[in-house]
């Protein structure tokens, strides 16, 4: 009789946690609705309370925590460097980062958010660990072009500051050539340290991604600032030199030739083109 009892409370226990977890479930579903509602409406910060609310009903909603990742990135100014900004930023990275976290995550939101990571870090100029998310996209989907193009584009605009910071110090502008005397040759030799192995990994990125989308204009843009910059670190090596320019030129070719070639076929898909109407018998 007592173990009937003991039987019927423990039942009775489970059915309240059971009704109490589905019914949290629901609230967090409600709180995240609410939540996209605001963020559609352009209240970011009344949106995140909403968000914030939902994942703690339900931990495991993994679509919550994208939202308030992506809310929180809204708040972010990039370039604005206040307490109030970076700490959006942050907030926003931490959001992220529980979704990739976070147990059985779809690989389609654990790319959102390690590419959401990657801009972050990349708009606060922080190469290096944007540079780190990237790669973790192209870990997980070899065929993400957009993330080989970013590696590319990181890596000119970590090269092209590193080698204006070393050619300011002896009165060079970024694409100054070096003269024959000792300083800018050490100057130089500082650049190629620090950049020749940066420029070859961004190379090979848009190289990909151009394998992978062989008409992406934007990537064969950046080809011809990375050979610009690798110019920059052939050290003694005039013919080097002039090939890599000659390579940025080729690029720059490139790149004006599909854009061309894309607006014409835009234009042409705007008025229909021309449909020439097969002859019929008595015009053979």
């Known amino acids: 009789m007592e173990k009937r009892v003991r039987v019927a409370a423990l039942l009775a226990v489970l059915a309240l946690l059971i009704g109490s977890v589905g019914c949290d479930k629901i609230k967090a579903r409600d709180q995240l609705n609410k939540g996209v509602q605001s963020y559609k409406n352009g209240k970011y910060e009344e949106a995140i309370e909403h968000f914030k609310n939902s994942v703690t009903l339900d931990p495991s909603l993994v679509t919550a925590r994208l939202y308030l990742g992506t809310a929180y990135m809204q708040l ?11 700490r959006a930023a942050k907030q ?62 990181i890596a000119w605009a970590d090269t092209y500051k590193t080698a204006a910071d070393i050619k300011a110090k002896v009165g060079l502008k970024v ?53 610009r910059r690798k110019a920059d670190v052939e050290c003694g090596n005039p013919d080097a030199r002039t090939a890599d320019l000659k390579a940025a030129d080729d690029w720059t070719a490139k790149t004006l ?28």
């Open 257 to 284: 030739a599909m854009r061309q070639a894309k607006a014409e076929r835009q234009a042409q898909q705007g008025t229909g083109g021309i449909t020439l109407d097969k002859p019929k018998d008595d015009d053979k």
């Open 175 to 227: 694409d100054d050539p070096y003269v024959k005397d000792k300083e800018h040759q050490k100057a130089c030799e500082d650049v190629r340290a620090a950049n020749a192995d940066k420029i070859a990994s961004g190379l090979a990125a848009l190289d990909k991604a151009l394998q992978i989308k062989p008409e992406y204009e934007d990537a064969m843009a950046y080809e011809n600032l990375l050979y």
């Open 76 to 86: 972010y100014v990039p370039g604005a460097d206040t307490d109030e900004n970076n």
């Open 92 to 153: 926003a990275i931490e959001a992220f980062q529980s979704v990739l976290d976070a147990e059985k995550t779809p690989p389609e939101a654990k790319s959102h958010a390690l590419k959401s990571i990657a801009s972050l870090y990349y708009n606060m100029k922080d190469f290096d660990k944007s540079r780190e998310y990237y790669l973790k996209v192209t870990q997980l989907d070899a065929n993400d072009a957009e993330s080989d193009y970013m590696l590319g584009v």
